[in-house]
């Protein structure tokens, strides 16, 4: 029965894990996604419990021994899994925040679809600009370095601590404030593109007033995003490919005390 009290010694250590694993997986991109069924997420969840209990250091790991001290324990895995979940979702909130710059100035902002994920409704271009943060993340092995992440994690806060200080809080406001950014770096070139067009269709319709510059204007206007969100395709790929693993490196420091 040696297997047996080995086994309840590490039924507990195991539970704190696996719901840390859970709070990051529900919480991260594409695995966190509604699209993802509940199922698989919590097969993976399992998965890599079962893989990184092995492997994390348990020297300084906390387990209560008492039920209701282990509940809430667990109830702070979960928001530390949580929190670096969403850190890293963060990431893409400043890709789609940039699509809704441009489709306000492209003249899409009716343009809307049902995001299946937050139930609410997104202007197209975000969702186009979404789809490639996606694309490049995977190209790049963002999933795996979710992974590290969330192996690391165990070692910056040992299992059973929560360890929320003015880092973790100055880090959070550092990506926060980055979604802006992002999204004004990438929608920087086509919104001056457009902005110039309206100053051009301004500078017509002073010399020329019997013209419909006004109707005019919606088409030339969104022929010319459209062209120049083509042409700009090429930049914003290179530029999530530099951005994506900077932006994991700050994730990976969120609960990091220097």
Not at 28 to 53: D, E, K
Not at 141 to 154: A, K
Not at 169 to 185: D, E, R, T
Not at 205 to 215: D, K, V
């Amino acid at each position: 029965m040696a297997w047996f009290a080995e086994l309840s010694q590490q039924l507990p250590v195991f539970g704190l894990l696996l719901l840390r694993c859970t709070g990051l997986l529900f919480m991260a991109p594409i695995f966190g996604q509604q699209r993802v069924p509940l199922t698989v997420r919590i097969l993976l969840s399992l998965s890599l419990s079962a893989m990184l209990l092995p492997v994390i250091p348990l020297q300084q790991a906390v387990v209560p021994t008492q039920t209701l001290g282990w509940v809430m324990t667990g109830l702070l895995e979960v928001l530390t899994g949580a929190m670096y979940g969403w850190a890293a979702t963060a990431i893409f909130e400043g890709i789609v925040l940039a699509g809704q710059f441009i489709g306000l100035q492209m003249g899409f902002a009716q343009a809307n679809i049902l995001n299946p994920d937050s139930q609410i409704q997104r202007p197209l271009l975000s969702e186009v600009y979404f789809v490639l943060a996606v694309l490049v993340f995977l190209s790049l092995n963002g999933h795996h370095l979710l992974i590290r992440v969330l192996q690391q994690s165990f070692t910056v806060v040992p299992l059973g601590q929560f360890l929320f200080g003015p880092q973790t809080l100055a880090q959070l406001s550092l990506l926060f404030a980055q979604i802006f950014g992002v999204a004004l770096m990438i929608a920087a070139p086509i919104n001056g593109i457009l902005t110039l067009i309206d100053i051009i269709m301004g500078l017509i319709a002073r010399t020329a007033p019997q013209m419909n510059i006004l109707l005019l204007s919606f088409s030339i206007k969104i022929y010319v995003g459209l062209l120049t969100l083509l042409f700009s395709l090429g930049f914003t790929v290179q530029f999530l490919r530099d951005l994506l693993p900077r932006l994991m490196d700050q994730v990976m420091r969120l609960f990091t005390v220097s």
